[in-house]
């Protein structure tokens, strides 16, 4: 049974800094394409970032120079790290895994997990 459980959201000051984290289980994970997508109320779901199996990154424009994912293969998690936060980043950030490969355009995998909201305040 895969499960993915995100950690980490919460509200925060326009400028402010979060780090999520994402814990996988029942997959592979070093050999998973991982991602964080986010949606925002009203809108449909986006791709936020992506890393690969060898760490290479794929960004939305929106967050580049502002957000670094990374993951950590012996633990079995991925981390988005939220800094210059903005009222625009407001939104349900999901983790994401299921792909293999070498690719990391953002379309995501199968297994989602349960979100956790992030709320910036201006």
Do not use: H
């Not at 957000?67 to 988005?80: C, G, P, Q």
């Amino acid at each position: 049974q895969v499960q993915l459980v995100e950690s980490g959201g919460g509200l925060v000051q326009a400028g402010g800094s979060l780090r999520l984290s994402c814990v996988a289980s029942g997959i592979d994970f070093s050999r998973n394409v991982m991602g964080w997508y986010r949606q925002a109320p009203g809108k449909q779901r986006e791709s936020v970032a992506i890393i690969g199996i060898v760490a290479r990154t794929n960004y939305a424009d929106s967050v580049k120079g502002r957000f670094t994912i990374s993951r950590d293969n012996a633990k079995n998690t991925v981390y988005l790290q939220m800094n210059s936060l903005k009222p625009d980043d407001t939104a349900v950030y999901y983790c994401n895994a299921g792909r293999t490969g070498w690719s990391i355009t953002p379309i995501p995998g199968a297994y989602w997990g349960q979100g956790t909201q992030v709320t910036v305040s201006s």
